[in-house]
């Protein structure tokens, strides 16, 4: 996105990382205006985190570019890679290990000769920090092998906002399915773009979801399921820039699916990141190669032109040093209960196709702390569709939706959840973000302003009173 504002870095000769061969620069196409932070990695997986796994199994080092020279951004580590720029410009979250036996610890630098400090203590791995507004952050957490996401403050004094556990100072955890979840993004919106399998239980696909940063409003970007999509990246446009199969692809605003990106040929990383002279810089290689290095794409041109290029490494995750917008603050509607609310408007609108009075009732589930499916309750739909629940807050949810005679229509893939406290209106069951509701108010409300009791056993439940 376009610079406001310009920081000039003086940087020393060339300088050896402790655990990687600095990587020369190749003869840039046009040199970047602003200074220029990228990853140099031997080994990169980018979809080990899906399995709970390392992404750097050879570890790895952040450099900074500016001009012709480059150096390490830190040192005195044996790892760091996952760099975050703060909205100003001047300061630089990473993930990083003093020792390689060291856990994963989200740090804070700032820019150019500040003394990096750590703001995390986590008992596994954190990575993959994110600038929040309000001086917060948002990370990847490993509890008992999963990866979940967590905000926190950088720095115990500082405000919090409206986050629900603003008094007790300790991280929110935003993230409350099974499986793996990893920040990519902090849109525009305020929303955090994350990436996590689809379903939320398997461990094949990737899918690219959002959430707020009180935890509340879970739900994929899009609804055009099937391809492993990840690493992506806002652009100043609104657009989503991610990787599937290697190739790029794009969300509008406009359109209920994905778009491809016309790049020229090769494989690429993601993290897609924008120049002041409105090219692209990419992790990319050629069918010949299999280490990524980074080039400079002006779009609807025919070629790349080198900008990090290093034989036998991984050159990954850039990002402009520089000033940059901030995103919107998002203000938590949660309320003090140990519950959430769903109301369906009509489980007719749906991708899926329904005849006229087929459905009849809702069964809701969760998991046990073994895994184990189990069931919560079961309440009536409406004629039109509708129905409302109160569920568990905090816990992993499904949907199941069954005819007259019990027999199931459709189930849930995978797993949702609401915050305690949360109220979501939902316009049908996975009817797609660009779906709007009728003007009308639901049968279920009509009958009933009491929701449908979901969180008292597995007994059946249905609304009553008004």
Known sequence: MPARFLIIITVSALVLSASLAQPQSARPHSAPSVPLLYTVAREYS????????????????????????????????????????????????????????????????????????????????????????????????????????????????????????????????????????LPVDVLHDGRVLFEAAYPLDDKALAELYTVYTDGSGFEAYRCDHGHSRYSGKQLSSGDIVFARDGKLFRFRSALAHEIAVSAPAGTYAGDVVETPDNAWVVSWHGAAQKNFELRKWKLGTPALQPEIVESGVNIIQPALLTQRPVPNRHPSGLHEWSYGNVLCLNAYTSKYQFADGSIASVRLYTRDASGATRLLGMAPVEKDGSFYLRVPGDQPLRIELLDKTGNTLKREAGWFWLRAGEQRICVGCHAGPETAPENAVPAVLLRSTVAADMTAGNQPQSAGGH
């Open 46 to 181: 980018p979809m080990a985190w899906i399995q709970g796994a390392e992404r750097f199994r050879d570890g790895a080092t952040i450099f900074i570019k500016d001009g012709k020279s480059q150096r390490p951004l830190v040192s005195g580590f044996f790892a760091t890679a996952d760099t975050s720029v703060s909205f100003d410009g001047k300061n630089v979250l990473f993930a990083g290990k003093r020792r390689a036996g060291d856990h994963w610890q989200i740090w804070e630098v700032s820019v150019p000769a500040g003394k990096p400090r750590r703001t995390t203590q986590c008992d596994d791995d954190c990575v993959r920090p994110l600038y929040v507004p309000a001086d917060r952050f948002v990370y990847a957490h490993k509890i008992a092998g999963q990866f979940v996401l967590e905000i926190a403050a950088l720095g115990g004094d500082r405000d919090r906002g409206n986050d629900k556990d603003k008094d007790n100072g300790k991280p929110l955890q935003l993230t409350y399915g099974p499986g793996n979840f």
